[in-house]
């Protein structure tokens, strides 16, 4: 009769174990997107600039070619630099609002990959909600630069 009891014991243990186990496996799936780094496409941003689309959701990578004058308007101050994408001669203002969101320290010949919304314009575009979005009726944006996220 114990081993009987036994053998139930560890065969609910060992249960428990691989259901834990499957759990875990799931869990790191789920997580893994949400930790991976981000991933560029420009030519999705050079699509959009070709066809004259605005009011999309974008993702470039590039170098900082020239950090303007902060610049103010009806919802705050705003960093502008202006980005080179790479493998590309398109370039692309960036604004990013500092009143909501991070000013991260860009400088010329800097490395950033930034998240926002995409608008035309005939010099390239513009890339602004750079940040969270304090009432979320918006997708954050953010700024990756030397691995540290404004946003």
Excluded at 35 to 45: E, M, S, W
């Amino acid at each position: 009769m114990l081993g009987g009891e036994g053998t139930r014991r560890e065969g609910v243990i060992l249960r428990y174990g691989q259901r834990m186990r499957r759990f875990g496996i799931v869990f790191l799936l789920l997580l893994g997107p949400a930790c991976a780094p981000a991933t560029a496409d420009n030519a999705a941003v050079e699509r959009d600039y070709a066809e004259k689309r605005s009011t999309v959701e974008v993702t470039a990578d590039g170098v900082v070619t020239r950090v303007l004058a902060d610049d103010s308007g009806p919802s705050g101050a705003h960093q502008r630099f202006i980005i080179r994408l790479a493998g590309s001669t398109q370039t692309v203002l960036v604004d990013n609002n500092v009143t909501i969101g991070q000013r991260a320290p860009v400088m010329p010949g800097d490395n950033v990959i930034v998240h926002g919304e995409y608008v035309w314009n005939d010099e390239g575009g513009l890339i602004h909600f750079t940040h969270h979005d304090p009432a979320p009726a918006h997708e954050g944006g953010w700024i990756d630069f030397k691995g540290v996220r404004y946003q």
